[in-house]
């Protein structure tokens, strides 16, 4: 599996435990950010290392306040939606920590 297929795979996994794990908490505060985090970072899909895999939650969290998706609804529906704000928040992030050359 390229690096490329793998960053997606691993940010599939990765977001949507993250999403799960926030409830309905803000992720401005931070109950909120700490239980988005702990869910994101529950698990490392193979060829993904804890660093790497904190490193990428932290930046998603950042990325997607950026983009005005702050709640745990707000995050469900941009990530069942597909959308453009949450797309650009996971790819910025899955570049950044889990691509070769990291």
Do not use: H, W
């Not at 940010?11 to 869910?39: H, I, P, Q």
């Not at 994101?40 to 990428?56: D, H, L, R, Y």
């Amino acid at each position: 599996m390229n690096m490329n297929k793998l960053a997606v795979a691993a940010l599939a996994a990765l977001s949507v435990t993250g999403v799960a794990a926030c409830g309905s908490a803000d992720t401005n505060t931070k109950e909120g950010r700490d239980a988005f985090l702990k869910g994101c970072t529950s698990g490392a899909p193979a060829g993904v290392t804890k660093e790497q895999v904190n490193k990428f939650c932290n930046c998603a969290v950042d990325e997607l306040k950026k983009r005005g998706l702050n709640t745990a609804d707000e995050l469900k529906k941009a990530q069942s939606d597909k959308s453009t704000e949450y797309l650009a928040a996971v790819r910025i992030c899955a570049s950044k920590y889990l691509t070769r050359g990291y």
